[in-house]
């Protein structure tokens, strides 16, 4: 007990820091945000296109970078990037619902799949004849591909990548997905006008960030009075996002793989395919199922589990996802920037910019490809 009231008293200076910046940071968010959101001409309550967990690390670089970190603080931040991580991705499955993959039917899939996939190889690739680090050649693709920082926080772990890899792959993928989310709306009118559920795939395919991906619909339903792009885009960027239950594993496998054979780790050591699906996925998986039968038992009997109305339960999977993705993972974050120093970035130079901007290039080129091919099979 004494040992525990001990290491209690250690971490909380820490975490109290972090949780602050959090705070900061969702207001700064906020404001960034909604005066985004007035230049394009959108609701005063929509969701804010800046993520408030950028924000935070930004805050957390600089307080360590222009005032430093008291020794004080230092095994709360350590605490928040170690654990309360994963627990935090563990929550994010509740955002996740199978139902919302199976409304896509047969042809959605493929293209959200091929898209990804070939993102994913892409980057890799790239990193490759770029000389740069798999770690954050993985956490780009892995943020370009499938959900934006989400995907990043969650193959952190797997993957064993530092804290530059993921403040500088954050910042990459953030500034492409804004950039997107501005131009792609007009995009999307120029090449798909007649056809609403192809523009709403192709934004739902090529924009990385969920927040991004409901601007960029609501951008588009302002500007051309068009309803059913933003159902679309969403469902879309959903069942993306279920992506990630594979591609924690799989860029994980990557990673050991590419390590084992530039290392003298010996065939014993090396670790079998089962072993790096790490626990905090895992438990992701499970909440992940627990959301799509309560959502199941809302659509077949108007109650979840049997007990919960539809608007508790709403509520219920919303306060848990908000919780998660906002305040869990934005106090590990706001621990990566205070672990941070800037000195780092001038080593890796402009070269993961360039993987950032193929990554986001061929994303989009496979979505506008395949939505082409096949969107016109879809009826939502």
């Not at 980057?123 to 680090?133: A, E, G, V, Y």
């Amino acid at each position: 007990m004494q040992t525990f009231t001990a290491n209690a008293k250690k971490i909380t200076p820490g975490i109290i820091l972090c949780i602050a910046i959090v705070l900061i940071g969702i207001l700064i968010s906020d404001l960034l945000g909604g005066w985004i959101n007035q230049l394009q001409g959108l609701p005063e309550a929509s969701k804010s296109p800046i993520s408030s967990i950028f924000v935070a690390i930004v805050i957390g670089l600089l307080i360590r970078n222009l005032i430093g970190l008291h020794e004080t603080f230092q095994a709360g931040v350590t605490f928040s990037i170690k654990f309360i991580l994963k627990f935090g991705i563990i929550l994010l499955g509740i955002r996740l619902s199978f139902i919302d993959v199976i409304k896509l039917g047969a042809w959605g899939i493929p293209i959200i799949l091929i898209c990804v996939m070939t993102g994913l190889i892409v980057t890799l690739w790239f990193t490759n004849r770029l000389n740069q680090s798999h770690r954050l050649g993985s956490l780009i693709a892995a943020g370009t591909g499938i959900c934006g920082v989400t995907a990043i926080v969650a193959i952190t772990p797997g993957i064993k990548a530092n804290d530059e890899e993921v403040a500088y792959a954050i910042a990459n993928i953030t500034l492409f997905g804004i950039i997107a989310m501005f131009a792609y709306p007009y995009l999307a009118f120029y090449l798909f006008s007649d056809d609403p559920i192809r523009a709403g795939l192709f934004l739902g395919t090529s924009i990385h960030e969920t927040a991004q991906v409901a601007g960029a619909s609501l951008i588009y339903f302002q500007a051309f009075g068009i309803d059913q792009v933003i159902e679309t885009a969403t469902i879309t960027k959903l069942t993306r996002n279920v992506l990630i239950i594979a591609v924690v594993p799989l860029l994980s496998y990557y990673y050991l793989k590419n390590r084992n054979r530039n290392s003298s780790t010996s065939k014993a050591d090396a670790k079998k395919w089962y072993q790096l699906i790490p626990l905090f996925v895992i438990g992701f998986l499970i909440v992940a199922v627990i959301r799509s039968i309560g959502d199941a038992g809302v659509d077949y009997q108007g109650l979840a589990f049997g007990t919960l109305q539809e608007d508790t339960w709403k509520n219920l999977t919303s306060s848990i996802s908000t919780f998660s993705s906002t305040y869990l993972l934005g106090i590990a974050m706001a621990g990566v920037g205070l672990s941070t120093n800037l000195a780092v970035f001038k080593g890796l130079g402009y070269k993961p910019f360039i993987i950032g901007l193929v990554a986001s290039i061929t994303v989009t080129l496979v979505a506008l490809t395949m939505v082409t091919l096949l969107g016109g099979l879809i009826q939502l």
